[in-house]
């Protein structure tokens, strides 16, 4: 869908015209005239598919040289009958001496729109129920206690001071593991 239709005129010769073969509309939109050369006029007229429901601003407009113009194209949405209009967008230069007609559609919105609404709740994921893995903190409760278990079980089999130092060493890191989480 388009906002604006750009043509450029002068760019490739004088007189010359270059745009889109077709394009396609929801609402109302701009042509953008951007002349690359002498200044002219450029004529624009809606073909009969168009008519009833395409209205042009003003259809001769004067495009200063080295310049740009646009004009408004208002789309009337209440009077298509069915889901989209066909039709021609018909511009000249030199009276008639260049011209080019342009296949235009225009479209319901309310039936062509294929996007999403997104808000704020799609940023965050779907709660399904609780994990253990929801609170860290007791999963690091949990591996604290395997720490001192196995620590305990080495303690009584070694029975080493080192060993035993190990183990209160092991406790302290838990302990203070456990102090952290509770604040």
């Avoid at 009276?95 to 940023?123: C, F, M, N, S």
């Avoid at 720490?147 to 080493?160: E, H, N, Q």
Wanted: charged residues 25%; aromatic residues 2%.
């Amino acid at each position: 869908m388009t906002d604006e239709l750009p043509v450029h005129i002068n760019r490739e010769g004088v007189r010359e015209l270059e745009v889109p073969d077709t394009i396609e509309a929801t609402d109302s939109f701009d042509v953008r005239f951007v002349n690359h050369g002498e200044a002219l006029h450029v004529h624009l007229n809606t073909g009969d598919g168009l008519s009833r429901v395409v209205t042009v601003d003003a259809g001769n407009r004067h495009v200063p040289g080295n310049g740009e113009r646009r004009v408004r194209i208002d789309v009337d949405i209440d009077a298509l009958n069915e889901e989209s209009a066909f039709g021609t967008l018909e511009l000249s230069t030199s009276y008639g001496a260049e011209q080019h007609q342009i296949d235009v559609e225009i479209k319901d919105p309310a039936v062509t729109r294929t996007t999403v609404d997104v808000d704020d709740t799609l940023a965050e994921p779907p709660r399904t129920g609780a994990t253990v893995f929801d609170r860290p903190e007791l999963v690091v409760l949990a591996l604290g206690l395997l720490a001192v278990v196995l620590a305990a079980i080495t303690a009584a089999v070694v029975d080493d001071i080192l060993v035993v130092a190990g183990v209160g060493v092991v406790l302290t890191g838990v302990l203070l593991a456990l102090a952290l989480l509770l604040r």
